[in-house]
């Protein structure tokens, strides 16, 4: 006879601004391990603050992971779908990580920041998969992969407004920073990794620190956005405000059970590098074939909300034809949206679908994705 001992409960990992959110009367959430911001107060006035001026957010649950060495450019070709080596330095590539078969592992940001330096930025819940990948990946080329997660905080400042609030802040021209382009800067001081990218949909800036920065950072933020109403800002709203921009979100749009065909993000595979990589032959096939099912954007005439894993119905029959993967009532259409997979043949916009709530079919209308776009 033999007796197993309860597993210990793994810590909730806390991020360097903690005791800010706090301060700042947030509702925590538990987000991959992580004790994060879901809202300071009401998420739609964060949603709208975002939209007309600017949001705060801490990001610091991201992973961020190191790819260096002679061989970095040709590792990260034949790791990821992208052409990683056509990337200029100071410049930045959407992409992902697919398995053999095609499936989606993470959808990534790559940041050239040298020749021979990239920096990895992957979603929370996949940071240890996406860095014991790219080192098996590695193997073979001159490279060194390197998770710097713990080495980094990130603050995102995101809205129309985030360009007046971060100038004063640093000697850096933000008008000649592209989008997704990045530079090593200081703001209020404090050294960073300037981004101009987001998953907001609206123009800002991302800014990588060293932990022991964050707070200083977050209160100078704070301090200089206060005349352009800046509020700080939680996963809750940016959950709507990526929806509303038709921004995937892993384990929502984004699995292993789906390709970046289905996701009609087969623009970042790119076969026609010269490199082979993992997963080419599956998704080479998978484009020859033309996908079963695509991603559409889905827009309610009613009140009621599709939630993510209702079924998509025909109208029709009744036959189920997909599954909402996001649904929310969206602040800047006033409807409910979401977004689903549905066959190829039901996906064009205009068509009337239906959505299961709860054992009503309540009609819905596939509209061209995203639901929002930013003047």
């Not at 989606?104 to 014991?132: E, K, P, Q």
């Not at 100078?220 to 800046?230: C, N, P, Q, R």
Request: glycine share 10%.
């Amino acid at each position: 006879m033999t007796s197993t001992a309860a597993a210990e409960p793994t810590p909730q990992r806390r991020t360097p601004l903690d005791a800010v959110h706090d301060a700042l009367g947030a509702t925590m959430t538990d987000f991959a391990g992580w004790r994060m911001p879901l809202r300071y107060g009401s998420e739609s006035a964060e949603h709208r603050a975002v939209r007309e001026a600017a949001g705060l957010f801490d990001l610091t649950h991201m992973g961020e992971i190191a790819v260096r060495g002679p061989e970095a450019a040709r590792a990260l070709d034949h790791a990821l779908v992208g052409f990683v080596s056509q990337v200029a330095v100071g410049r930045a590539r959407y992409t992902m990580i697919c398995d053999e078969a095609g499936g989606i592992l993470d959808d990534l940001i790559v940041y050239r920041l040298a020749d021979d330096d990239f920096l990895v930025v992957a979603n929370a819940s996949n940071a240890a998969l996406v860095s014991s990948e790219l080192l098996a990946r590695a193997s073979g080329f001159d490279a060194g992969v390197t998770d710097l997660s713990e080495d980094y905080a990130l603050l995102a400042v995101q809205g129309p407004h985030a360009l007046a609030i971060l100038a004063p802040l640093t000697a850096l021209d933000l008008d000649a920073v592209k989008y997704y382009a990045a530079d090593r800067t200081t703001a209020a001081g404090v050294d960073v990794l300037l981004a101009r990218t987001g998953y907001t949909g609206e123009d800002g800036f991302e800014l990588f620190c060293a932990p022991a920065d964050a707070a200083r950072l977050w209160t100078a933020l704070t301090e200089a956005g206060a005349a352009h109403g800046l509020v700080p800002a939680g996963l809750s709203c940016r959950d709507t405000l990526r929806l509303e921009a038709g921004m995937p979100l892993y384990g929502h749009e984004l699995t292993t059970g789906v390709t970046p065909y289905e996701a009609n993000l087969g623009r970042v595979v790119r076969l026609d590098k010269p490199a082979d990589f993992v997963g080419r032959d599956a998704l080479a096939a998978r484009e020859r074939q033309g996908p079963r099912a695509t991603l559409v954007g889905l827009r309610s005439p009613g009140r009621r909300v599709p939630r993510a894993g209702y079924a998509v119905l025909d109208p029709a029959t009744g036959d189920r034809l997909g599954t909402i993967t996001s649904g929310a009532p969206s602040p800047t259409l006033g409807a409910p949206i979401a977004m689903a997979y549905v066959p190829v043949g039901r996906a064009e916009p205009g068509t009337r679908l239906a959505v299961d709530i709860r054992g009503t079919a309540e009609p819905v209308d596939v509209v061209a994705l995203p639901f929002y776009r930013r003047a």
